[in-house]
C-alpha cells in the first residue's frame, strides 16, 4: 500500500515564473486536500476535493491560484506569477470519507519545498 | 471561530521517559475531532492519534496516548518511553464539526520535542 506522493519535491524559480506541483493520493481515497506551511507555523488549508469536485478554497489561495483533480485521483497546484511570499512547503493530504462516518483521518504526502527567487 | 493553542515551542525529554504535550482547543460546535501529527525534519507529517469528541475513552495508539479532558478543552498527548527518534515537531490539530462537509484541519503552532540520550 503506497501512501500519498507529491512531485517534485523542491522547486526553485524565479519571481514570475508559473509553477506546477503534482500529488497522487492514497489510490481508494475520495478526498485530497492542499495545505501551504511555512517556516515555524503549523499547515493552514488552501483547498479540497471530493472526488473530481473542488469544493472548498480558502481566502488563502489567491487568483494565482488554481487546482484541479481531473478524472478524481491525482491532483494539481498551479501557482501563476510566483511571488516571493509564495515561498513555502506545499502538503497534500488524502482521505476515505464513507457515508457511515468515522474519523477522516487525513494522510500527508511529503510535501513540495518551493523557494521563490 | 475554532482555534488549536499549543504553548511549548520546545521541549526536552530523557530517552525512555514519558513527556506530555500540551494543546487546548477553541469551538462551540458539540461534534469535532482531534489530530495529533508528527513532522520530523524531513517535513512529511505523520499521523499518531484520533480522538473523536464523543469518543468515551481516551485514545491510545502503541506509545501515544491522548488525555482527553473535554471540560476542559483540552487534548495533551503522552509520549511513553521515549526514543530518539521521537525528536520532531508535533502538531495538535482539529477537523472542523463532523455534520460539516469540508473536514479541513485547523493546527496549532507546534511543539519541538527534543529526545536527550
Known amino acids: 500500500d503506497t501512501g500519498v506522493s507529491q512531485d517534485p519535491r523542491h522547486k526553485i524559480t524565479k519571481r514570475g515564473q508559473n509553477v506546477t506541483f503534482r500529488c497522487d493520493p492514497i489510490s481508494e481515497h475520495n478526498r485530497l486536500y492542499w495545505y501551504r506551511q511555512t517556516l515555524g507555523q503549523g499547515p493552514e488549508f488552501l483547498t479540497y476535493f471530493q472526488n473530481e469536485a473542488q469544493l472548498e478554497k480558502s481566502r488563502l489561495l489567491s487568483d494565482r491560484f488554481s487546482a484541479e483533480r481531473p478524472k478524481g485521483s491525482f491532483s494539481t497546484l498551479e501557482i501563476q506569477r510566483t511571488e516571493q511570499g509564495d515561498s513555502a512547503m506545499y502538503l497534500c493530504?488524502?482521505?476515505?470519507?464513507?457515508?457511515?462516518?468515522?474519523?477522516?483521518?487525513?494522510?500527508f504526502g511529503p510535501g513540495t519545498r518551493l523557494t521563490v527567487l | 471561530a475554532q482555534k488549536i493553542t499549543q504553548t511549548q515551542p520546545g521541549m526536552f525529554v530523557q530517552e525512555k521517559e514519558a513527556v506530555t504535550l500540551d494543546c487546548t482547543y477553541d469551538t462551540s460546535d458539540p461534534s469535532y475531532g482531534l489530530f495529533w501529527y508528527k513532522q520530523p525534519s524531513s517535513g512529511e507529517m505523520i499521523f499518531l492519534i484520533y480522538q473523536g469528541s464523543y469518543d468515551q475513552q481516551n485514545a491510545t495508539e502503541g506509545r501515544y496516548s491522548l488525555n482527553f479532558q473535554k471540560a476542559r478543552k483540552s487534548a495533551n498527548l503522552v509520549i511513553s518511553a521515549s526514543q530518539l527518534g521521537d525528536s520532531a515537531m508535533y502538531f495538535c490539530?482539529?477537523?472542523?464539526?463532523?455534520?460539516?462537509?469540508?473536514?479541513?484541519?485547523?493546527f496549532g503552532q507546534g511543539t519541538e520535542l527534543s529526545v536527550k540520550p
Open positions: 490539530a482539529m477537523r472542523e464539526p463532523l455534520y460539516n462537509q469540508g473536514g479541513k484541519l485547523i
Open positions: 493530504a488524502s482521505s476515505l470519507v464513507l457515508p457511515a462516518g468515522g474519523p477522516d483521518t487525513q494522510y
